[in-house]
Nanobody, 123 residues
Framework: QVQLVESGGGLVQTGGSLRLSCAAS????????MGWFRQAPGKDREFVSS????????YYADSVKGRFTISRDNAKNAVFLQMNSLKPEDTAIYYC????????????????WGQGTQVTVSS
């Protein structure tokens, strides 16, 4: 059974930092893209960032570019999201995802999902 388990969410003040982790089990994702989406209350799930299998090619939403950094450790079957200079508008549930089959911006392109971790940024 494939599982993606996120951790590292929490409550932080504006300008603070958090590091999200996603541990995968049940299969290896070293040859597959992995990524992060988020969903705020009342809003659609939106793309945050993704990373290609080698780890050297990354994509970011404009809203997080320059503040968030995605990375992966294929030996540990894990992906990470370092979030700096957090803003209240970053408040959302953050979801780890893996295996992309189309447009990386679209949630439907991704096959596997974690349960999510809450990130709350206070003003």
């Amino acid at each position: 059974q494939v599982q993606l388990v996120e951790s590292g969410g929490g409550l932080v003040q504006t300008g603070g930092s958090l590091r999200l982790s996603c541990a995968a089990s049940g299969r290896t994702f070293s040859s597959k893209s992995m990524g992060w989406f988020r969903q705020a209350p009342g809003k659609d799930r939106e793309f945050v960032s993704s990373v290609m299998p080698s780890g050297s090619i990354t994509y970011y939403a404009d809203s997080v570019k320059g503040r968030f950094t995605i990375s992966r450790d294929n030996a540990k079957n894990a992906v990470f999201l370092q979030m700096n200079s957090l803003k209240p508008e970053d408040t959302a549930i953050y979801y780890c995802t893996a295996v992309r089959g189309g447009d990386y911006l679209q949630p439907l392109s991704w096959t596997y999902w974690g349960q999510g971790t809450q990130v709350t940024v206070s003003s």
